[in-house]
C-alpha cells in the first residue's frame, strides 16, 4: 500500500533552482518531441513526362523505377538519367493484365507486387519486368477480395479488414490489422485500430463520402523485417510492433488541431473523387475513373456542402505511411490546404526525430535508398515526376 508523508519544509531559494531546472527539461523534451522542421531543397532530377495520375513509385535496385499511371492505366520502368520510358503489359482483363494499376510494393525476393484496382486483385512483377501471374487476395471467412498495405520478407501480407466486413456495430470506429500467411492460410490478429468515422444517414441517391473526412483515425505501416508501425491517433505517438508480438511505445507529440474550412472539404472532396472508383463503372460492371462531369467545380462543391466534416482536423491524414531504407517511418500530417506539406519522421523507438517540409503543389509518391519521389501538379492537373535526396 502506498503512503504519504507530510510535506517538508523547502528553502526558497532551492526551490527557485528546482523549478527553472524542471522548466529548462520541459523545453529540452518539448524541442526533442518537435524537432525543426527541414525543408526538402530542389529535386535532383525531374522526369519529361506528363503524367494524369501517379500512384504508385517503386525504385529498383540499378536506380530505374516502376511507375503506375492509374487514368491512363499504364505500367512503366523510366529511367531519370536517360528520360526513357517503357510500358510492361497492357491494360485489360486477362491473367498477365490490369485495370486501374495503383500502388506498387516491395514483393518477395527482388519482385514487386502491383496492386491492381480495377480487376480487384494483385499482379507479381519480376525482376525482369514482367507480369508473372495474378491473383485476387481473400482470408479465411472472407469471400470478397482484400487488399494489402505491404508484404513482409516472408511473404505475408497485412490487411487492414473493412468494418463492413466484420461485425462493427460492436466495435464502434474499431477496424482489425490482421497478418496472413498465404502458404499456410493463417491469419493472426495484430492490432485494433481507430477507423474511419461512419457519416449520419443520408439520401442514398445521391453520391457521398462513406466516411467523416478529417476524423481523427490510427493509420499503420508494415517493414520488410515483419515490424508493424501503429500511428496512433489520441494523442498522436508511434507504436511498433515486433513480429514477436513486443510492443514499443513513443512519447506523444504535441498537435494543434486546424480547423476545417470549406476550401479544406472542396480540395479533400475533388482528391477523394479523382482518386476513388466510388463514382465509376465501365460498360462491363467494373469499376472505372471518375467521369469528368463529376470533377467539375460545381459537382465537387455540392458534394462538399452535403457531405459530414470533422470541424477540426486530425494530426496526420489518412495517406499510407512509408518504411524508409534505414527503418525510419514517416507520417504526413495535416495541413491547412494551399501550404506545404509536412512529414513526421520517427525512428525505430517511436520517437519524432525529424520533421521534413515539401514544396507546395506536390505529393510524396515513393521512396527508395536515399531519395524521395513527388508529383508535382500543373495548372492543367498534368503531372510530373520529380527525384529528391533525402535530408
Known amino acids: 500500500m ?22 529548462a527539461l520541459a523545453t529540452v ?34 536506380g530505374r523505377i516502376l511507375v503506375t499511371d492509374r487514368l491512363e492505366e499504364k505500367l512503366y520502368v523510366a529511367s531519370f538519367t ?26 518477395t525476393g527482388d519482385s514487386t507486387l502491383l496492386v491492381d484496382e480495377g480487376n480487384s486483385r494483385l499482379a507479381v512483377v519480376g525482376p525482369d519486368l514482367r507480369i508473372h501471374r495474378s491473383f485476387a487476395l481473400r482470408l479465411p ?34 477496424v482489425w490489422l490482421v497478418r496472413f500467411d498465404l502458404g499456410r492460410n493463417r491469419v493472426d490478429t495484430l492490432a485494433s485500430l481507430k477507423g474511419s468515422t461512419s457519416p449520419p444517414p443520408r439520401d442514398g ?24 508501425a501503429l500511428v ?9 510492433r515486433a513480429p514477436d508480438g513486443r510492443l514499443t511505445r513513443g512519447t506523444a507529440v504535441p498537435h494543434t488541431p486546424i480547423r476545417v474550412t470549406m476550401d479544406d472539404r472542396v480540395a479533400f472532396t475533388r482528391s477523394f473523387i479523382a482518386n476513388s472508383p466510388i463514382g465509376g463503372r465501365d ?8 467521369p469528368a462531369e463529376l470533377l467539375s467545380d460545381r459537382s465537387i462543391r455540392a458534394i462538399a456542402e452535403r457531405n459530414a466534416f470533422a470541424e477540426v482536423m486530425g494530426p496526420f491524414t ?41 514544396p507546395v503543389g506536390r505529393r510524396v509518391v515513393g521512396m527508395g535508398r536515399g531519395t524521395l519521389y513527388l508529383v508535382a501538379v500543373d495548372e492543367d492537373g498534368l503531372e510530373r515526376l520529380e527525384r529528391y535526396a533525402t535530408p
Do not use: C, K
Open 2 to 23: 502506498r503512503t504519504h508523508r507530510p510535506f517538508a519544509s523547502v528553502d526558497p531559494r532551492a526551490s527557485l533552482a528546482l523549478t527553472l531546472a524542471t522548466l
Open 29 to 62: 523534451a518539448f524541442a526533442q518531441a518537435r524537432p525543426p522542421v527541414i525543408p526538402l531543397g530542389a529535386p535532383t532530377a525531374t522526369l519529361d513526362h506528363d503524367f494524369s495520375q501517379v500512384r504508385g513509385v517503386r525504385e529498383l535496385p540499378d
Open 82 to 107: 536517360t528520360g526513357a520510358l517503357v510500358t510492361i503489359s497492357r491494360p485489360g482483363r486477362g491473367p498477365l493484365e490490369f485495370h486501374l494499376p495503383t500502388a506498387l510494393l516491395p514483393f
Open 141 to 174: 471467412g472472407i469471400d470478397v477480395p482484400v487488399g494489402t498495405r505491404g508484404v513482409d520478407a516472408q511473404g505475408r501480407y497485412y490487411v487492414q479488414i473493412p468494418g463492413w466486413l466484420s461485425n462493427a456495430r460492436e466495435r464502434g470506429d474499431s
Open 205 to 228: 441517391r445521391q453520391l457521398g463520402i462513406p466516411f467523416v473526412p478529417f476524423a481523427a483515425q490510427d493509420n499503420w505501416m508494415v517493414a520488410r523485417d515483419g515490424r508493424v
Open 232 to 240: 496512433r491517433s489520441v494523442p498522436y505517438h508511434v507504436e511498433w
Open 283 to 290: 460498360p462491363n460492371g467494373g469499376m472505372s475513373a471518375a
Open 318 to 358: 489518412g495517406a499510407a505511411p512509408f518504411v524508409d531504407a534505414t527503418g525510419a517511418l514517416w507520417v504526413e500530417r495535416t495541413v491547412r490546404v494551399g501550404t506545404s506539406g509536412e512529414w513526421d519522421v520517427f525512428d525505430a523507438a517511436g520517437r519524432l526525430v525529424r520533421r521534413v517540409a515539401i
